[in-house]
């Protein structure tokens, strides 16, 4: 995947999500099949919103493996709307403590550090 690549699918993409968060949170009452629905649009937008600032970021940092390819950048996004989308669904059902998000955002940092090591070899 190219830089150009990363830019043509996110944009898009990310349009797209975030209209959905925002008729599906004006169509749906608050209810569990509202969150079933919106948190995955919502990961989407995030994610999308997310990946070329990540590539950009990590190219400046002079990130390695991250700035490289666009496609690690994308799944580090993927990470961060992850995260957010699951930090604000566990708000929304009174659930969320800084305890679970930190927990949840080490988690999700030790399994990129994984994954990024094994690419390496």
């Given amino acids: 995947m190219s830089a150009r690549t990363l830019w043509l699918?996110?944009?898009p993409l990310a349009l797209l999500g975030w209209a959905g968060v925002v008729f599906l949170t004006g169509a749906l009452p608050f209810s569990l099949t509202g969150l079933i629905l919106v948190l995955p649009m919502l990961a989407l937008?995030?994610?999308m919103?997310?990946?070329?600032?990540?590539?950009?970021?990590?190219r400046r940092l002079?990130?390695?493996?991250?700035?490289?390819?666009?496609?690690?950048?994308?799944?580090v996004a993927m990470w961060i709307g992850l995260w957010a989308a699951?930090?604000?669904?566990?708000?929304?059902?009174a659930a969320f403590s800084w305890l679970a998000a930190i927990t949840?955002?080490?988690?999700?940092?030790l399994m990129e550090t994984f994954l990024q090591q094994s690419a390496r070899r």
């Fill in 9 to 11: 699918l996110s944009v």
């Fill in 45 to 47: 937008a995030l994610t």
């Fill in 49 to 58: 919103t997310a990946a070329p600032w990540v590539w950009v970021a990590a």
């Fill in 62 to 75: 002079r990130a390695p493996l991250v700035g490289e390819y666009p496609a690690v950048a994308l799944r």
């Fill in 86 to 93: 699951i930090c604000i669904g566990l708000r929304l059902i």
């Fill in 104 to 109: 949840i955002g080490v988690i999700f940092g």
